[in-house]
């Protein structure tokens, strides 16, 4: 008895133990319950008579306007997939496959996506395009009878989510086209083909696989968009849901059941689009090479019409990119005058807009002149804004640590148990919430654990007061899952085998083998996935606008209510200027991330040695000319 007992208590077993209960608990208490909690209210609500009606919600959905909205998403979402396409392959091709001028300064125009987007992207085309933005102010100056209000609705949407999409064309398209073997189209070009002919008919098919994907993505990109209809006032699903969310049975018919129905229909769409991708994927796509696979070099356009309008059509795109990163930091540094008048000026540069604050004078509706104190606020002067970052980092960096912890770990027991089906269950667990949206997990969340009812939560209301930040750590968690575990997963594939045998034969214990063997060699992976999904969700705008609240007000959040009643009887002062500089802000961290994952974190050992002797080089090169400078002035 006693070694029976005492064999409980080994830590291996216990770890093991420990952790089934956790993904069990994590499975079914923030991923299944809380959704199977959603598709009930649909078919629970009741009628005027208190009796339970389950098909109320399906005849409302006909009668009332809430086809509009599936039918806008499904617009939008069609719409998205021909632009994005369109203007994604393009600049793929300008930038990589044919011979432009200028091709590196074009394409860091066109990857400015990847450094702001969600709810500061949108905030920065409003900037320029709003009935007071910058080019509209312009534009009207110059034809008086221009409406004013031109960016807004779809039309508005359409154009900011084309841009603001092309961000895996630039990362996965660019890729695959780098990845061709200019064999191919050196023998198509030998047999006379005209080089738009052998990007038709040798670039383009071996491209199919990863478009094919970029298209699915890009369509449920625009059916699930929340950031840009909320702000250009366009009525979608997701906004939709979070109205509904908001709002109560005094105020409309069972809304929160048409909420739950809502957030079913964009789960069924998701569904069906990646089981269409599965199937094709698995259906396996081969192409035939060379032995010898030489790298791509970049294709001259003959025909100088062409060639003329393929540049001005790359710097057309190229203004498009870049004139919100430029007129917003230019303005970042314009004191509040110059800004409410959109006019640039080195006399109004300013640091205002980020550190310090200065007091506001102004003419009340009585004519007389009153100051605000300190009411003019930079960015990590203002309360709000540094408690929205606050806030937000440490939401953002917890969760984006805890996914990597339980994927990291998980990914291990799946690779110990490779073949069986508990680590099969275990993998398709993980991945259960790419099946969903993130509106309906969020959703899920904010109904099912807004009482205090829920048992193994011990009876606490998560949505009350303080608690919500714990559901948003939650929410981003599992929402970001998936992602870590199949980046994770392909790190370790890297990991020899024969180390683990060598560890194992010397006497280590699986947990000291994991430790000190496995966890170094998929480190810096692992880091790169917790910068990734740290830089998307410090700045989230879908999950923050469902959990919005006084205790749960994330940077999104404070930055989409930055401008509202800006400058109104002296409070609420130089929005816009702090609205461009939290802009600029997001640019330097989303910037500093990207470039330690794929600048500095891309390197092979082989890169840094030259990089390290490269720059031994150059310091001696420095001493050396300084040595001689002090020589040359003592004598």
Same mark, same amino acid.
């Given at each position: 008895?006693?070694?029976?007992?005492?064999?409980?208590?080994?830590?291996?077993?216990?770890?093991?133990?420990?952790?089934?209960?956790?993904?069990?608990?994590?499975?079914?208490?923030?991923?299944?319950?809380?959704?199977? #909690?959603?598709?009930?209210?649909?078919?629970?609500?009741?009628?005027?008579?208190?009796?339970?009606?389950?098909?109320?919600?399906?005849?409302?959905?006909?009668?009332?306007?809430?086809?509009?909205?599936?039918?806008?998403?499904?617009?939008?979402?069609?719409?998205?997939?021909?632009?994005?396409?369109?203007?994604?392959?393009?600049?793929?091709?300008?930038?990589?496959?044919?011979?432009?001028?200028?091709?590196?300064?074009?394409?860091?125009?066109?990857?400015?996506?990847?450094?702001?987007?969600?709810?500061?992207?949108?905030?920065?085309?409003?900037?320029?395009?709003?009935?007071?933005?910058?080019?509209?102010?312009?534009?009207? @100056?110059?034809?008086?009878?221009?409406?004013?209000?031109?960016?807004?609705?779809?039309?508005?949407?359409?154009? +900011?989510?084309?841009?603001?999409?092309?961000?895996?064309?630039?990362?996965?398209?660019? #890729?695959?086209?780098?990845? $061709?073997?200019?064999?191919?189209? =050196?023998?198509?070009?030998?047999?006379?083909?005209?080089?738009?002919?052998?990007?038709?008919?040798?670039?383009?098919?071996?491209?199919?696989?990863?478009?094919?994907?970029?298209?699915?993505?890009?369509?449920?990109?625009?059916?699930?968009?929340?950031?840009?209809?909320?702000?250009?006032?366009?009525?979608?699903?997701?906004?939709?849901?979070?109205?509904?969310?908001?709002?109560?049975?005094?105020?409309?018919?069972?809304?929160?059941?048409?909420?739950?129905?809502?957030?079913?229909?964009?789960?069924?769409?998701?569904?069906?689009?990646? +089981?269409?991708?599965?199937?094709?994927?698995?259906?396996?796509?081969?192409?035939?090479?060379?032995?010898?696979?030489?790298?791509?070099?970049?294709?001259?356009?003959?025909?100088?019409? /062409?060639?003329?309008?393929?540049? *001005?059509?790359?710097?057309?795109?190229?203004?498009?990119?870049?004139?919100?990163?430029?007129?917003?930091?230019?303005?970042?540094?314009?004191?509040?005058?110059?800004?409410?008048?959109?006019?640039?000026?080195?006399?109004?540069?300013?640091?205002?807009?980020?550190?310090?604050?200065?007091?506001?004078?102004?003419?009340?509706?009585?004519?007389?002149?009153?100051?605000?104190?300190?009411? $003019?606020?930079?960015?990590?002067?203002?309360?709000?804004?540094?408690?929205?970052?606050?806030?937000?980092?440490?939401?953002?960096?917890?969760?984006?640590?805890?996914?990597?912890?339980?994927?990291?770990?998980?990914?291990?027991?799946?690779?110990?148990?490779?073949?069986?089906?508990?680590?099969?269950?275990? @993998?398709?667990?993980?991945?259960?919430?790419?099946?969903?949206?993130?509106?309906?997990?969020?959703?899920?969340?904010?109904?099912?654990? #807004?009482?205090?009812?829920?048992?193994?939560?011990?009876?606490?209301?998560?949505?009350?007061?303080?608690?919500?930040?714990?559901?948003?750590?939650?929410?981003?968690?599992?929402?970001?899952?998936?992602?870590?575990?199949?980046?994770?997963?392909?790190?370790?594939?890297?990991?020899?085998? @024969?180390?683990?045998?060598?560890?194992?034969?010397?006497?280590?214990?699986?947990?000291?083998?994991?430790?000190?063997?496995?966890?170094?060699?998929?480190?810096?992976?692992?880091?790169?996935?917790? /910068?990734?999904?740290?830089?998307?969700?410090?700045?989230?705008?879908?999950?923050?606008?469902?959990?919005?609240?006084?205790?749960?007000?994330?940077?999104?959040?404070?930055?989409?209510?930055?401008?509202?009643?800006?400058?109104?009887?002296?409070?609420?002062?130089? /929005?816009?200027?702090?609205?461009? /500089?939290?802009?600029?802000? *997001?640019?330097?961290?989303?910037?500093?991330?990207?470039?330690?994952?794929?600048?500095?974190?891309?390197?092979?050992?082989?890169?840094?040695?030259?990089?390290?002797?490269?720059?031994?080089?150059?310091? =001696?090169?420095?001493?050396?000319?300084?040595?001689?400078?002090?020589?040359?002035?003592?004598?």
């Amino acid at each position: 008895m006693n070694a029976k007992a005492s064999s409980w208590f080994k830590p291996n077993l216990l770890a093991k133990t420990f952790g089934i209960a956790f993904f069990v608990y994590l499975f079914f208490g923030f991923m299944l319950l809380p959704c199977l #909690n959603t598709l009930t209210q649909i078919f629970t609500v009741k009628n005027a008579d208190g009796v339970t009606d389950p098909l109320a919600v399906i005849r409302f959905f006909f009668a009332g306007n809430m086809p509009k909205y599936v039918w806008n998403s499904l617009k939008l979402a069609l719409c998205l997939v021909v632009t994005v396409n369109i203007v994604g392959v393009s600049i793929v091709l300008l930038t990589e496959y044919f011979d432009i001028k200028g091709a590196k300064i074009l394409r860091l125009g066109y990857m400015t996506t990847l450094i702001y987007s969600g709810v500061a992207l949108v905030t920065g085309y409003l900037f320029l395009y709003d009935s007071d933005g910058i080019l509209t102010t312009w534009l009207y @100056e110059m034809f008086p009878n221009m409406d004013r209000n031109w960016f807004s609705g779809f039309n508005a949407v359409l154009f +900011t989510m084309t841009f603001a999409c092309t961000s895996n064309h630039a990362l996965f398209l660019r #890729n695959a086209i780098r990845g $061709i073997d200019y064999n191919t189209v =050196e023998a198509a070009r030998n047999m006379g083909a005209k080089p738009f002919k052998v990007l038709l008919r040798v670039v383009f098919p071996t491209l199919i696989p990863t478009m094919f994907s970029l298209t699915v993505m890009t369509f449920i990109t625009g059916l699930c968009a929340m950031s840009a209809p909320t702000l250009l006032g366009y009525d979608s699903i997701n906004p939709e849901i979070v109205r509904l969310a908001g709002s109560s049975v005094a105020d409309e018919a069972f809304p929160q059941a048409r909420a739950a129905l809502l957030s079913i229909l964009l789960a069924m769409f998701t569904i069906i689009l990646l +089981t269409v991708l599965s199937n094709y994927e698995r259906k396996g796509h081969y192409l035939s090479v060379s032995k010898t696979k030489a790298k791509l070099v970049k294709q001259k356009i003959t025909n100088p019409v /062409a060639n003329v309008f393929a540049h *001005i059509y790359a710097y057309v795109l190229f203004i498009i990119y870049m004139t919100p990163v430029v007129m917003i930091i230019l303005f970042a540094f314009q004191n509040y005058p110059a800004i409410r008048s959109k006019t640039l000026s080195l006399s109004d540069f300013t640091f205002i807009n980020f550190f310090g604050s200065q007091d506001y004078e102004f003419m009340t509706n009585r004519g007389k002149l009153k100051t605000r104190p300190d009411a $003019i606020s930079g960015l990590f002067a203002n309360s709000d804004t540094v408690g929205g970052i606050r806030l937000s980092f440490v939401l953002s960096a917890l969760a984006a640590a805890l996914a990597c912890v339980i994927v990291v770990v998980a990914v291990n027991y799946i690779f110990k148990n490779r073949g069986k089906k508990r680590s099969t269950v275990l @993998e398709y667990s993980l991945l259960f919430p790419w099946l969903l949206p993130t509106i309906l997990i969020c959703y899920s969340y904010r109904t099912f654990f #807004n009482s205090e009812d829920v048992w193994y939560v011990f009876n606490t209301n998560l949505y009350m007061r303080d608690n919500v930040r714990f559901l948003i750590i939650m929410a981003y968690t599992v929402v970001k899952l998936p992602f870590a575990l199949r980046m994770i997963k392909a790190a370790f594939y890297a990991i020899d085998e @024969e180390l683990e045998d060598a560890a194992r034969n010397l006497g280590a214990s699986g947990l000291f083998t994991f430790l000190k063997v496995k966890l170094p060699i998929v480190l810096p992976s692992v880091l790169a996935v917790f /910068a990734l999904n740290f830089n998307a969700l410090f700045t989230e705008y879908d999950m923050s606008a469902t959990f919005h609240s006084s205790y749960g007000k994330t940077y999104a959040m404070v930055i989409q209510n930055m401008c509202a009643e800006e400058g109104r009887d002296g409070y609420n002062v130089n /929005a816009s200027g702090r609205r461009c /500089a939290s802009t600029v802000f *997001i640019m330097l961290v989303s910037g500093l991330i990207l470039y330690l994952v794929y600048g500095v974190g891309a390197r092979d050992l082989a890169d840094r040695l030259a990089l390290k002797e490269k720059r031994r080089k150059r310091r =001696e090169k420095i001493v050396a000319r300084l040595r001689g400078t002090g020589e040359k002035a003592a004598a």
